[in-house]
């Protein structure tokens, strides 16, 4: 999303006789990541994410729908997936980050382990939380750098207005276990959440660095 972002940016800054901007993209279509945590509680198809990148992308930008297989920084030259070479004077790297689910020792289809970081993660949340009838919910970043500093925080008030609305609250437990000293760096912007996590009933537990999960 970043690069297809800065290539439209450029594309509308630079003089497009003396620039030319190439994105090197294999994906056709890109899905909003941000809506993810509300699409979880709508009744919408998870195509209303998703927009074709030929749709979205300035038309002068030059859009090479491959993989970049190798990049030469002393020469500055991009490999693509066909061999050919791509020379630039000046490389934007966002190739962004994956999950790497591999890395959990647990077979997280059967033990109610969820995420919302993809479309096969949010499609389990989704029906996992249709299903949900009362129970603990733990919500953990697990270590920082994360995607998206307040999306667990944001996706904790979205459940307990679920759960409210729902009727099952009262019989809820939503915690969040956090590996930091608190929500955000910014001291008052942290207070703030943290009183509102109070009046929710969110219980937010910081400087939570785990060992292991047992499933
Ligand atoms: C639940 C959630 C909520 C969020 N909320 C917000 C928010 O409120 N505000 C906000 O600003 N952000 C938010 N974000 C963050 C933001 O949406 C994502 O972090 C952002 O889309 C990531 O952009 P990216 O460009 O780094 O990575 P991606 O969108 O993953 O893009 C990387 C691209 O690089 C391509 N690529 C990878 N390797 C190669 C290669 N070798 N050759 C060619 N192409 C390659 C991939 O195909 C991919 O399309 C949220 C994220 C999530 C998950």
Known sequence: FAGLATANHLARKVNRREVKITLIEPKEINVYEPE??????????FSDLARPISKILNKS???????????????KIITIE?????????????TGAKMA????EANIKVNNICNFYTKEGVEQLKETIKNFDGGTIVITPTTVPYKCPP???????????HLRKKGIRHKSTIKILF?????????ELAKNVENLFD????????????DGIEF
């Open 82 to 94: 066909n061999g050919d070479e791509i020379t630039y004077d000046f490389l934007v790297l966002a």
């Open 101 to 104: 689910e591999d890395k959990i």
């Open 151 to 161: 999306a667990p925080f944001e996706f904790a008030f979205l459940l307990d207005n």
């Open 179 to 187: 590996p930091l000293s608190r929500t955000f760096t910014k001291v």
């Open 199 to 210: 009046k929710r009933n969110i219980k937010f537990v910081s400087f939570f660095n785990y």
């Open 36 to 45: 993810y945590l509300i699409w979880v509680f709508k009744d919408k198809p």
């Open 61 to 75: 930008v030059n859009w090479l729908k491959t993989t970049a297989t190798k990049i030469n920084p002393e020469n």
